[in-house]
Nanobody
Framework: VQLQAFGGGLVQAGGSLRVSCVTSGFTFSRSAVGWFRQAPGKEREFVTR????????YYANSVKGRFTLSRDNAKNTLYLQMNSLKPEDTAIYYC?????????????????????WGQGTLVTVSS
């Protein structure tokens, strides 16, 4: 199983950026995938997850309405479109996979629910 995130960079506050994650080695269309992030000096935190079992996408309150997760099953790739970026969104963004998808809803925001992690891509938002 491999996940490779890319597309991070420097953006001004209020701007937009899309990061991508190419995956391989598992059945992408039948897995739960998502994103975490880790800001400097802070713990990793949940950003979003596509939950395969019910077809819904969940977001952290801090990004709801600004970030959108999307998937391309033909390319085994997931994306994170980030709009209205804020300096507090500065972090390394990690794509993750829960495959086979076993996590229950009460656990999906825990890093322990994800078996596989990409290497991360840095997003820096300047004020």
């Amino acid at each position: 199983v491999q996940l490779q995130a890319f597309g991070g960079g420097l953006v001004q506050a209020g701007g937009s950026l899309r990061v991508s994650c190419v995956t391989s080695g598992f059945t992408f269309s039948r897995s739960a995938v998502g994103w975490f992030r880790q800001a400097p000096g802070k713990e990793r935190e949940f950003v979003t997850r596509f939950n395969w079992s019910n077809g819904r996408t969940y977001y952290a309150n801090s990004v709801k309405g600004r970030f959108t997760l999307s998937r391309d099953n033909a390319k085994n790739t997931l994306y994170l479109q980030m709009n209205s970026l804020k300096p507090e969104d500065t972090a390394i963004y990690y794509c993750v996979a829960d495959t086979p998808p076993l996590a229950i809803l009460s656990n999906i925001e825990s890093a322990r629910a994800y078996d596989y992690w990409g290497q991360g891509t840095l997003v820096t938002v300047s004020s």
